[in-house]
């Protein structure tokens, strides 16, 4: 079970660019990299998912490097309604095991 | 399209007392169902996973207990409430098969054991 690491806490101010890391150094073959996003009170969205190279959707983007040990949320020019815990994971799945989510990145994002 | 459905959204229970939340799917079939804990400013904790009707995996022991008595329905459990069990419990459900995971959760029930 490939274990992430990620900042605790973040700060940033609206408009600019954040971007969040999270290293999986054990990393299988088979998995792929999966970042949620949570507010308070309510359960994890699903924000972007990729296996390797760049992700780009509307609302991140996800940087993989070759090595895939580490990954990159990307969150263009950031508002307060960001602020949010953002949750990396990887995973493979097909009914084994479910994924496994840390303690995740508490973004806090300023006026 | 799908949604998943949890009630009730907020729940008081004393000590000792039995406990039952209710999760639901629609719009897909055989969805791999999952429930989760999460305390007050941590992350979440897998409780309990089901692939199938009448499959449930314990990933932590506890006096908590999961079913699935039907395809789209997961049932959380216990027969007397500790103090410890209050937290934000969370169902999600996600695709069966594949090799991409997207879990999609519900709305969650807050549950407070005083």
């Known amino acids: 079970l490939a274990k992430t690491t990620q900042p605790i806490s973040m700060d940033s101010y609206e408009g600019q660019e954040v971007n969040i890391t999270c290293s999986h150094n054990?990393?299988?073959?088979?998995?792929?990299i999966t970042w949620y996003q949570q507010f308070p009170s309510q359960g994890p969205r699903f924000i972007i998912q990729g296996y390797k190279t760049k992700v780009t959707n509307e609302v991140a983007s996800l940087f993989i490097p070759a090595d895939r040990k580490s990954s990159t949320l990307s969150l263009p020019r950031v508002s307060l309604s960001d602020t949010a815990v953002y949750y990396c994971?990887?995973?493979?799945?097909?009914?084994?095991?479910?994924?496994?989510f840390g303690s995740g990145t508490r973004l806090q994002v300023q006026p | 399209s799908q949604t998943i459905h949890q009630w009730p959204a907020t729940l008081v229970q004393p000590v000792g007392s039995p406990l039952s939340l209710e999760c639901t799917v629609e719009g897909t079939s055989n969805p791999n169902l999952y429930w989760y804990r999460q305390a007050a400013g941590r992350g979440l904790q897998l409780l309990f996973y089901?692939?199938?009707?009448?499959?449930i995996s314990s990933e932590v022991p506890q006096n908590l207990s999961a079913s699935r008595p039907q395809d789209r329905q997961f049932i959380l459990s216990s027969k007397k409430l500790l103090l410890s069990d209050s937290g934000f419990y969370l169902c999600a459900w996600s695709l069966a098969g594949g090799s991409r995971e997207t879990q999609y959760f519900g709305p969650g029930t807050r549950l407070l054991v005083l």
């Open positions: 994971l990887v995973g493979d799945r097909a009914g084994r095991r479910a994924l496994t």
């Open positions: 089901s692939v199938g009707i009448g499959q």
């Open positions: 054990n990393i299988a073959t088979n998995d792929y």
